[in-house]
């Protein structure tokens, strides 16, 4: 156990491999039982894309469960290659993944789009990740193009919850009480001084949406929106066989080239997202830090996009997600930065927290109970992400404007990109851009009608930005 021998200021004991700091439990971190009991319940969040999925792909739901199953166990490389974050999905692009695949009509053309859109980023960050270009390359985007695609992925999280056919049409009431209840809980100020007063609202709030979706398990049989659901105990059985025949390379072919080009607009609004991301997880990390400066750890932004471009490098040749493999769980890093600062008898290694909290999701995949349990509310839990995402989203893309133009110019974008694409939304956010500003199409213009530091508008490190910026997983 050399966890144990871990002196003060130093790293946790880990494996050099090159870019990535190897570390297995029990040997290299203290196991830490609280969040791996924690994740067992909150693997019901990780549950809640098998929805779409099932809508987007046809995908039975075995088959969607040996998604997920797969997703969860590249969580693990995180930890386990030295980054410290718990990993999730690319929340904000999940609509406008949607909104490029259903292009192509339902069947293996459209899962070829899934496939080729989800390589081309994990390839686009292995090289970005190699080269340590990522931030270059989020710099030369004129911030007017910046924030109409945050909002554009704002908007689209809305729509696809409200428009015809959306999921508030099947649960307009377990929606409408659930995503009160669950702005009240993230959002309100009110509730953070309840959180100050007593344990048991500090804990709730600590754990997300999670009660939320508990309670949309009651109150959606209630309204006779959902059946009550029917517990089975077991072992959950993901339906690989399938997986692998119907909806990967290995049963359809290689995409055609075509499909890679098609995807490249998407594919840069989504890597603008993940960014953001990228940076939010290092706010988050030096947060911690401040506070426990007994273990020495390191955030780089390199072996990151290096392992989640290996995540959806490999998830798109095993099993194509509509997620995306992202850089963080933004709700769940925020717990877990906040037990760390209590002290290291609450948790040793911060390594050792966030380890064994994916481990406890994975583990919770596979037992029926709790997959049985969430199964008839999955679509409520699938709207309430999709809000709650809206709201950040749109919040930060209003943030990211410099001035009234770009704001302007991205709510024109942000539509665009809704109703015709990622590719026309770029279209008509360069040429707008070109028409108003001109020689100076990089640079923009700055007013005063934001005062925040306009460092962030190039998505730069701030202790403030973090806040601005939570991007919420469910």
């Known amino acids: 156990m050399l966890w144990k021998n871990r002196k003060y200021g130093e790293e946790s004991p880990h494996i050099p491999a090159g870019p990535f700091k190897v570390r297995l439990p029990f040997i290299h971190y203290r196991f830490e039982w609280p969040d791996y ?7 019901a969040v990780d549950l ?13 739901f075995e088959v969607a469960l040996a998604v997920i199953v ?17 990993p999730g999905w690319i929340t904000p692009a999940i609509p406008l993944i ?57 908007f689209a999280a809305v729509i696809s919850v409200f428009s015809v056919g959306g999921r508030f049409e099947s649960f307009p009431w377990t929606i409408t009480i659930a995503v009160g209840i669950g702005f009240y809980l993230l959002f309100s100020k009110h509730f953070v001084k309840f959180q100050k007063r007593n344990v048991l609202w500090a804990t709730i709030g600590k754990l997300g949406i999670f009660p939320v979706i508990i309670l949309a398990v009651v109150i959606a049989p ?51 997202v993940l960014f953001g991301d990228v940076l939010q997880t290092k706010a988050l990390v030096e947060e911690g830090s401040s506070v426990r400066p007994d273990e020495k750890i390191e955030y780089s932004a390199s072996r990151a996009h290096l392992i989640f471009g290996i995540r959806n490098s490999a998830m798109s040749i095993l099993g194509p997600d509509v997620t995306m493999c992202g850089p963080i769980w933004s709700a769940m890093q925020v717990v877990m930065v906040e037990r760390f600062k209590k002290g290291r008898k609450a948790m040793d290694s911060f390594f050792g927290g966030i380890g064994s909290f994916r481990w406890g999701t994975n583990t919770g995949l596979f037992l029926l109970p709790i997959v049985s349990l969430v199964e008839p509310i999955l679509g409520v839990a699938l709207a309430l992400t999709m809000l709650i995402q809206g709201y950040v989203s749109v919040k930060v893309g209003i943030l990211e404007a410099r ?13 665009v990109l ?32 934001f005062t925040k530091d306009q460092t962030n508008h190039e998505f730069q490190d701030g202790g403030k930005e973090h806040e601005e910026r939570e991007l919420i997983e469910v």
């Open 37 to 43: 009991v924690q994740g067992l319940l909150m693997c």
């Open 48 to 60: 809640s894309a098998i929805p779409i999925l099932v809508d987007l792909l046809g995908m039975p």
């Open 70 to 86: 797969l997703n969860g166990l590249f969580y693990l490389l995180h930890h386990l290659l030295g980054d410290p974050a718990v």
């Open 98 to 154: 949607t909104l490029y695949c259903t292009q192509f009509p339902e069947g293996p053309e459209r899962v070829h789009s899934l496939i080729a859109f989800q390589m081309t980023l994990g390839i686009l960050s292995l090289i970005l990740g190699a080269t340590g270009l990522a931030s270059k390359v989020v710099s030369l985007i004129p911030s007017a193009l910046k924030a109409g695609v945050i909002l554009g992925a704002g």
């Open 222 to 272: 209630l309204f006779g929106e959902a059946s009550w659901p029917k517990i089975e105990w077991g072992i959950s059985a993901p339906d690989f066989a399938t997986l692998w025949n119907e909806y990967t390379i290995f049963g359809l072919g290689f995409p055609p080239v075509m499909m890679f080009i098609t995807a490249l607009p998407t594919v840069l609004a989504a890597y603008i």
């Open 403 to 415: 001035s009234q133009t770009d704001l302007g110019i991205a709510g024109i974008i942000g539509a």
């Open 418 to 449: 809704c109703i015709k694409g990622a590719a026309w939304g770029f279209a008509v956010g360069i040429l707008l851009c070109l028409l108003i500003y001109g020689k100076n199409f990089f640079k923009g213009e700055v007013d005063n009608t």
